[in-house]
């Protein structure tokens, strides 16, 4: 741990690097020069604000193997604590068997994801399925909710083939 960097407070749904810009979401920048001030002095993690451009389902790893086997469904990270981050278009909430799970994170407004290859205390995040290989393209949120639901709901056994074909369609 390094100063408060990676300690959560009440409720924090974000188990690893915190921001260490106060005012985050109003100083983030994507300028390089504002970047190479930041890192001047401390080194940081490159976290990702969710809720504009995308949205990340914070899965556990188990779920996050089963679903990301089953389907093609876009860019996927991985944790080194083994959480599967499944990028999505953004706006949607989770579905209601989703959202009872406490070990499944929407990350939407006001939340961050590191961004591979971010180090943590634990290793660096890594691309399990890079977004080059997707061509950029997100899928809907209520796509990969079907997929991880279905995974709950069956585990150990893939989805059937018709299945995976109409999971695998971002429209």
Known sequence: MVGKRYVCGPLCPTVGPHPSIEEWERRASWQVADVERWWASVANSVLLATGRVFDVIDVPGKLGRSAARAASIGPVAVTPSDRWMFFVRPGDALRPDLSSRPDLV????GSWIPAPPTR????????????????WRLPRAHVVQRVLASQ????????????????RHFA
């Open 106 to 109: 929407l990350h939407g407004n």
């Open 120 to 135: 943590t205390p634990d290793g660096r995040v890594r691309w399990e399925i890079h977004p080059i290989v997707t061509g």
């Open 152 to 167: 709950l709901h069956t585990p150990g056994r893939p989805a059937t083939f018709a299945t995976m074909l109409r999971m």
